[in-house]
Every structure is written in C-alpha cells, then in structure tokens.
C-alpha cells in the first residue's frame, strides 16, 4: 500500500548524502589531502598527455603571448584539446597555456580527487558494520574507470596512435560520458560513507 512512499524520497535523500558527504571531503584534513594530492596529480597528467606540459631543462625563460587569445582559445586542436594562446618557459619546464583545456582538466581533476576522496573515508569510515576496505576499493573502481574513458582520446594523443575519423567522433562522447560516470560515482560512493562518525 505504501510502496510509493518508500521509494519517493530515495533520489533526494541520495543527493542529500552526496551533497553533505563531499563537503565532509573538502572539512576533514586528511581527506581534503587525499583529494588535493590526487587531483593535483591527474590534472599533470592530463596535462602531459596532452603535450600541455614538458620538461625543457636548459631552455630559456620566456612568455610568448599568441594574437586574439580570446577567439582561438577555443579552436580545438584535437578531439579532447584546444588552441594553446601562450607559451611559458621557466628553465625547467615548458607550459602551453590553453585556457579550455586547464578548465576541462580542473573538473576532472576535481571529480577524480572527490571521489578517491570519498573512497578514502568509505575505507576509513564505512557506512555499515562489515564494510571495510575492499568495499572502498570496489566503490574506487567507478571514478577511477570513468576517469580512464574522459582521459581515452589523451591516451591515444599520448601513444601517436592514428585514429579513423568514425573512432574520432566516438571520442567526442567520451569526455561528457566520463564526468557523467564520476558524477554517479561520487553519489555511490557517498552511500558507503558513515557520514556521522566521519564528521567528528
């Protein structure tokens, strides 16, 4: 009789839990280190594969501006990446600075370190008793497989590999695909967090 009931506040009260379960990542020290370290990372990552970033020790230091930097920002260059409009040389490492691509690897970056975030305090603070490790590791796999298929036209970029124009356009649905995925990750892996215990 009251079936209705029972299942109509589930989708609000699963945003409720992801909403106040990421804000929980970004209070707490240790997993707003876990978060930070690990975004920090993937967003060099990202940033390497796309040739964004290189080592150039020796080179001179110098910053080299492109002409209307506002209208070829975004012209892409790829199908995951864009127009860089300048070019920073430190001595040591050499920064082709394409503002799409710095946002695009900002949110990955971001989702990826929430959700390992969150992982890391399903592992520490799991949500029921019996849940430890190995269900924190499992509610990884989600982000960190929807990370590899946003990062796959990179990863091709990365290795040369030559790409028909069929496989191109399949990447173009990859990156929304994987925010999508580490979006749905984020709110799996809230569910496997003791949200009351982890706040103290």
Do not use: H
Not at 30 to 48: E, K, N, Q, R, T
Not at 97 to 107: E, F, Q, T
Not at 161 to 168: E, R
């Amino acid at each position: 009789m009251s079936t209705g009931s029972r299942f109509d506040p589930a989708p609000k009260q699963r945003i409720d839990e992801t909403v106040t379960a990421t804000a929980l990542v970004v209070r707490r020290y240790d997993s707003l280190a876990v978060a930070a370290f690990l975004g920090i990372g993937y967003l060099v990552a990202f940033l390497w594969a796309l040739g964004d970033l290189a080592m150039r020790p020796g080179a001179t230091a110098d910053l080299i501006v492109i002409e209307d930097p506002l209208i070829r920002m975004f012209q892409r260059t790829g199908p995951a990446s864009f127009e860089a409009v300048a070019l920073l040389d430190t001595g040591v490492v050499r920064f082709l600075v394409s503002p799409v691509n710095i946002m695009i690897g900002l949110a990955l970056a971001g989702l990826v370190g929430l959700n390992l975030g969150l992982t890391y305090l399903a592992v520490v603070q799991p949500a029921a008793c019996g849940i430890g490790a190995g269900s924190g590791v499992l509610a990884s796999v989600p982000a960190l497989l929807s990370g590899t298929v946003c990062c796959g036209p990179v990863v091709l970029i990365a290795l040369g590999i030559q790409a028909s124009g069929l496989l191109l356009t399949m990447f173009a649905w990859l990156l929304p695909l994987g925010v999508l995925l580490m979006g749905l990750s984020l709110v799996y892996v809230a569910g496997k967090v003791d949200i009351a215990n982890a706040s103290v």
